[in-house]
């Protein structure tokens, strides 16, 4: 028997909402799209906004920044962050770099790295100083606990944004990112540091990258480079506590100036990746499932409020 064109656009209607699911779309919280204009660049950004989220109570910021080549609303697919600030009840926030072919391939300018924004020299310590004054008229933002976590490129700018916009962010996480650049931040700023030891692409010993896609030459500093400025800069105690697990090593720094802490994850045996979370594209390298870097670094930012 024929069905009806009700029935045909009620089942297409469920293989659609079933297929969103499956993919991983569905959301128990608002996603909004933005732009502001920056260093005469219209620059977009993602608000995903969690079921918690009411209008009156304040809620955390988490700021997550894509890797080079890719884009802020893919992000979330790397690192599950949305699902857990549905279930934790924290703002996060999916920026775009710049590129060169419009939404495509988009980098930041992370002092040596990397592609477009770094050629262009793009003004992307503005660009987010500008994001975090928008969001704080749009939405009921915790000034107090603002945060910033990336990946790769993006892991290189959080660094940046800890270094110099330490009076409006409190915590960082770089994953698989360097230190390549001049620090010199204003407050004290806590960090959690995420690394795979058999990274090629951001050495963990520092270095030339024995892989890459941008075609610019550079040298990125080790881990130990970006771990001892920051211990020295929240002027923690020299001794650490250490920890081996199956999958990594982690040391922590704490007795720090204003209730600072940072803290190393070294990876083993896993490359350029975010622990615990998916492959950015088919050709990434594996990451860890021992480690779930996402669900850390919310325990760690939640603990770590701007004194």
């Not at 892989?211 to 550079?218: A, F, I, L």
């Not at 704490?254 to 083993?268: F, W």
Request: some cysteine; hydrophobic content about 35%.
């Amino acid at each position: 028997m024929a069905k009806s064109p009700v029935v045909l656009s009620i089942m297409v209607t469920v293989l659609f909402c079933l297929a969103a699911f499956s993919e991983g779309n569905f959301s128990a919280g608002r996603d909004i799209t933005g732009s502001l204009r920056s260093g005469g660049l219209e620059r977009r950004y993602f608000v995903h906004l969690p079921p918690q989220y009411d209008g009156r109570r304040a809620l955390p910021v988490v700021l997550a920044l894509h890797g080079g080549g890719g884009r802020g609303d893919r992000m979330d697919s790397q690192t599950g962050l949305t699902s857990l600030a549905d279930r934790q009840g924290f703002i996060v926030v999916y920026p775009n770099g710049t590129g060169r072919f419009g939404d495509r391939l988009l980098t930041w300018n992370s002092w040596n790295c990397c592609g477009f924004a770094h050629v262009q020299n793009i003004d992307d310590v503005s660009f987010f100083r500008a994001l975090i004054s928008r969001l704080k008229v749009d939405y009921r933002v915790d000034s107090r606990r603002i945060f910033a976590t990336g990946m790769s490129n993006g892991g290189m700018m959080t660094y940046r944004l800890g270094c110099e916009l330490s009076d409006q962010i409190a915590a960082i996480a770089p994953v698989a990112g360097a230190l390549n650049g001049p620090c010199a931040p204003s407050s004290p700023v806590s960090v959690i540091i995420f690394h795979g030891i058999e990274d090629q692409h951001v050495p963990f010993a520092g270095g030339s990258p024995r892989k890459k896609v941008d075609p610019h030459e550079r040298i990125d500093n080790s881990v130990a480079t970006a771990v001892s400025f920051w211990v020295g800069r929240d002027k923690c105690n020299r001794s650490p506590s250490s920890e081996s697990r199956a999958d990594a090593k982690i040391t922590r720094y704490r007795s720090c100036n204003a209730g600072t802490e940072v803290v190393l994850y070294a990876i083993q045996d896993q490359g350029h990746a975010w622990p615990g979370g998916n492959r950015g594209t088919l050709l990434a390298d594996i990451p860890s499932t021992m480690t779930s870097a996402s669900e850390l670094i919310w325990d760690f930012f939640k603990s770590h409020p701007k004194p």
